[in-house]
Each structure stands twice: as C-alpha cells, then as structure tokens.
C-alpha cells in the first residue's frame, strides 16, 4: 500500500474522468430507447431515485475500496480482505467485465465513427427511412468495414491509456466531456424551436402512473448501474488515484448529479427530433442509428445536426471505453510487474480480437449458426451475459464485501462518522443486496415482475 502510485492532478481531473465513465453510450444509446420503452415520465423519476439511493452508495464503496487500498479492483479486494483470498473474485469480475465490455463496446462506437463519416459526406441525403435503416443494415453486414471501425476505436482508446493517469486519461477526459456538455447543449437550443419539443418535454417530464411495474423499476435500477460504470472495477481504480483529502461522498454526489443532467440532456436532445416527425420513442436499439439519422436529414441543416450529433456520440463513446481498458491494463501492472504501456497494448490487442466475432456477427462470415444455436448473435450475447449476470453479481459482491468483510473501524476512518454514515452503511449493508439481487432474478427472466 505504500508503493508510489500516480493520481489525479486536480479533483476536476477526477470528476470529469468519472463523468466522462459515466456518460457514455449507457446514456446516448441505451438511455433514450429504455425511457422510450417504459413510457418515458415515471420511469426518468425511477431512474433518478435508482441513481440517488442505490447507485451513489455504490458508487462511494467502490471509491473507498480503491482509495483504501490503493490498488486496482483484485488487489483492493485481496488487501482489504483480512487474508479471505477468495473474495478476489470480486475484483476478477469487475475486470472480465471491462473486458468483455470494450470487445463489443468498440464495435458499436466504431459504427458511430462510421455515421461522422456518412454524415459529413451527405450519405443520408435524400433516403427515406426504409433507405436509412438499410444503411445501418449494410453496415453491419460488411464484415470488413466493421473491423476497420472496431480496429480504429480500440487503437484510439490504448493510445490514451499509454500515456498515463494525468497525460492519457485525465488530460483526454477533460476535453471530450467539456466538448460533451458544449455539443449537448448546442444541440438542446437547436431542439426548442422543433414542433416536436414540447411534447418531448411531456413525455420526459411528466409521469403516467399507469406504465408503472416493477419490472420498469428494476430496469431503471439495473439502467443506473449500467451508466454509472458500477460493478466493473472502473470506479475501484480510479478511486484508487484519489488523495486521501478528497471528500469521496461529495464527489460522488457531484458525479451523480451530473450523470442525471447529462440523461436528461440526452433525452432532450432525441426525443423533440422523434416527435416532431410523429415516431415511434419505443423504437428500441435501432434508434440511434435506423431512425435518428433520417430524422436530422429532414432538419435545416440537417448533415451538420447529424454529423455534430454522432461526433457526440463518439466522444461519450471514447471517454467510457478507456476506463475498460485501464481497468484491465491496471490490475495487470499490479499483477505481473509488466510497464503500463505493455500492459496497455496487450489489452487493446485482446479485446480487439475477442471482439472480432462482434464486428463480425452481422456478416455471418464468422460462427455463422450462432444465432440459430443461441437466439442472438455474438455481440449480443456476450453484451447479454455482462448486462444480466457479471455487473449486477459484481455489484452483489462489492455491497456484501464492504457490508460485511471489511472492517467497519476501517470505513468509519476512511469515510468519517458523520450523518452521512450510518445512513450509507445500512444501505450497503441491507438493502443494496436484495435490490441487486431482485436485478439478477429479473433480467435472467427466472420471474417476471
């Protein structure tokens, strides 16, 4: 614990680092169309409460493990431990996750790489929407440009966590999510002047209790987990480039906050463009890049909405995928004694090709009876057994270490013995586990709520 480590410069280092985790395609993507599906007001107000009760408490324990320990997540779990080397397995699934994550995760960001490109060339003028979804379609199917895109956005994303903590990470991090909230509110301001914007602002905004069911919340819980980067080990390793002075609870509520804004940011910037072309919210995965960008080529100045829309889109993309290759390339540092920039190359070069049955998954040219043998194909597979087992058991383990294995004396001198305490202690300690745990039965679909 007393080896030299490097840490954030600055606690904005830190805050936009973990904003910039945070805030990426969990928000972009996968934020807008779940609100869409679970009809839009209550389930942003389940989605906010999940974040504030359940996530943030979360959110400081990962914090405090590596802080704490001042290792990545296996290490934070085997110091803090008391000798119990088992509950390594703890920091061995945040790390698999990361892994398994940035292996599809660069696939899709890859395809965003793709839509700047298409957009700044003026690919989608004049198609309708059956031409634009067909696009999307197509792109997916060329096994080879896919793995051009999957290639280029992973190279990105190691080059940066080459450079280190202050100069790859924290300097990188501190651009693009300063770039994130410019473009996000730019495009906001574009979006009050559409038709669509104050249906928009009802359909976020205001809650139909009729769409209310337990299933909806336990999405919006297993949703806050996804976009606050928990169960991952992200969290544990960049809490363990913190000072000992950094108020851990505040930064995490600052975090919080700004993931929330950023959310609704998002749903303000899609939802007015979908409702002023009367479309359909529940349009599923495919909203983004089937039915947004026919959409803003309808717009004045349309290729230029679209463009700054997808360089949005990859730049969220970038500042969450280079936590997945830290967390990696950090507990191998930590594991084997081998320089950050090997570690770093190795990583990028393992989750590239792992990823490859992804990018290559629409094509067929690759395990070409996957679907018809697991139902899905390999991308979403492998984004399946993440989403519904290794984050939430993740998440499940964590709660139940810092609850119950972990010196309390050691958390009350880590954390103080303020109000804040004990409130965060029972939480962790009560009820975390049996929400996390109502998660797993869900998504696994052993019942149905």
Known sequence: MSQHREHWSS????????????????????????????????????????????????????????RTAQRASVGAFDVLSRGSGGWR???????????????????????GLSYVVMSLTGAFAGMDAAQVSSAYDNLTMSGSISLFWHALFTAITMAIVVSG??????????????????????????????????????????????????????????????????????????????????????????????????????????????????????????????????????LPGGPIVSTIFFTLFVFTALTSAIPFIEVVATNMMELTGITRKRAALYVGLA????????????????????????????????????????????????AIFVGYIVDEAVLKEEMGTGRFFKPWFTLIKWVIPVAIFLIIIQKSGALEF
């Open 165 to 298: 903590v202050r100069k790859g990470i924290e300097f990188w991090t501190k651009i693009m999510t300063r770039a994130l909230f410019l473009i996000l509110a730019g495009l906001l301001i574009y979006n009050v002047r559409l038709a669509g914007f104050s249906q928009a602002l009802h359909f976020i905004f205001v809650p139909d209790f009729s769409e209310f069911n337990l299933g909806s919340l336990l999405e919006a819980l297993g949703l806050a987990f996804f976009t606050l980067s928990l169960g991952q080990g992200i969290m544990i390793s960049y809490g363990s480039y913190m000072k000992k002075t950094d108020n851990i609870p505040n930064m995490s509520l600052i975090v919080a906050f700004s993931v929330i804004v950023v959310s609704i940011l998002a749903a303000l910037v899609i939802f007015p463009v979908v409702f002023t072309f009367d479309f359909e919210p529940a349009a599923g995965p495919g909203l983004v890049f089937k039915t947004l960008p026919y959409l803003f080529f309808q």
């Open 89 to 111: 397995i703890g920091g061995y699934l945040g790390l698999i996750s990361s892994f398994l994550i940035m292996s599809f995760y660069s696939v899709i960001a890859g395809y």
């Open 351 to 398: 989750t590239f090709l792992f990823g490859v049955p992804s990018a290559l998954a629409g094509s067929g040219l690759l395990f070409g009876d996957w679907t018809a043998i697991f139902g899905r194909d390999f991308l979403l597979t492998i984004e399946g057994i993440v989403s519904t087992w290794l984050i939430p058991i993740g998440g499940l383990v964590t």
């Open 11 to 66: 606690k904005l280092g830190f805050i936009l680092a973990a904003i910039g985790s945070a805030v990426g395609l969990g928000i972009l993507w996968k934020f807008p169309y779940t609100v869409g599906e679970n009809g839009g007001g209550f389930f942003l107000f389940s989605y906010i409460l999940c974040i504030l009760v359940i996530g943030v408490p979360v959110f400081i324990a990962e914090l405090f493990l590596g």
